[in-house]
């Protein structure tokens, strides 16, 4: 298994300004994973994080809106940036079991709140 | 197209057996998940099925059929704390990442 480390867990921000979120992985991975989690809806993929190389982005969204950064197989940083009050969602990171490849594990989430 | 279906909400009394299904549409499926995620939490793995039939791991249990496209997670002596949002989630490949139904809210009453 694989434990994920998220942060903040929680931030209230102003519209227009930006929010970077940090995801630090117990072990090397080769994939990481950003998800959007609006509220009463399911997890939706933001983009795949790719170390040594640019994030490859879901349809309907854009490095400008949400630039990703992964220094190392460790850690990735997901930035959403001049935020609106429709960016207000849980965002999630994840990673694949390192074994079988097939397994999701989550971060605890970020709850952000776009006033 | 990946399209993942399953019901929005349900609701059981504790004690008693619940099954939510799960129907999916799409070529080249590898697998298919079932995820709890409790209000305000990250989702965490339940089970996992590559091959048909059904997969048993103590009150929980989950069954798929690649053929007719369709899955279900079956909880027994159903507790309150059962109280959740079950996601069912498919992976295309190894290295891919998962693509998630809308999830079944489910309320255990007493």
């Known amino acids: 298994s694989a434990v994920i480390s998220q942060k903040p867990s929680r931030d209230i921000c102003q519209r227009g300004t930006s929010l970077t979120i940090q995801c630090q992985v117990d072990s090397q991975v080769t994939m990481m994973f950003w998800y959007r989690q609006q509220p009463g809806q399911s997890l939706t993929l933001i983009a795949t994080a790719n170390q040594g190389s640019e994030a490859t982005y879901e349809s309907g969204f854009v490095i400008d809106k949400f630039p990703i950064s992964r220094p190392n197989l460790t850690f990735s940083t997901l930035t959403v940036s001049n935020m609106s009050p429709e960016d207000s969602s849980i965002y999630l990171c994840?990673?694949?079991?390192?074994?079988?490849?097939?397994?999701?594990?989550f971060g605890q989430g970020t709850r952000l709140t776009v006033v | 197209g990946q399209n993942i279906d399953q019901p929005t909400e349900m609701t059981a009394t504790e004690g008693a057996i619940v099954q939510i299904n799960c129907t999916y549409q799409?070529?080249?499926?590898?697998?298919l998940f079932w995820y709890q995620q409790h209000a305000g939490e990250a989702p965490t793995f339940l089970s996992y099925n590559v091959l048909d039939g059904l997969e048993e791991k103590g009150r929980f249990s989950s069954f798929l059929s690649r053929s007719k496209g369709y899955s279900y997670l079956l909880l027994k002596e159903l507790q309150m704390k059962d109280s959740a949002s079950y996601l069912c989630a498919g992976a295309l490949s190894g290295n891919t990442p998962l693509v998630f139904g809308k999830g079944t809210r489910l309320s255990v009453i007493a």
């Open positions: 994840s990673v694949l079991g390192a074994d079988s490849e097939t397994e999701a594990f």
């Open positions: 799409t070529s080249g499926f590898n697998g």
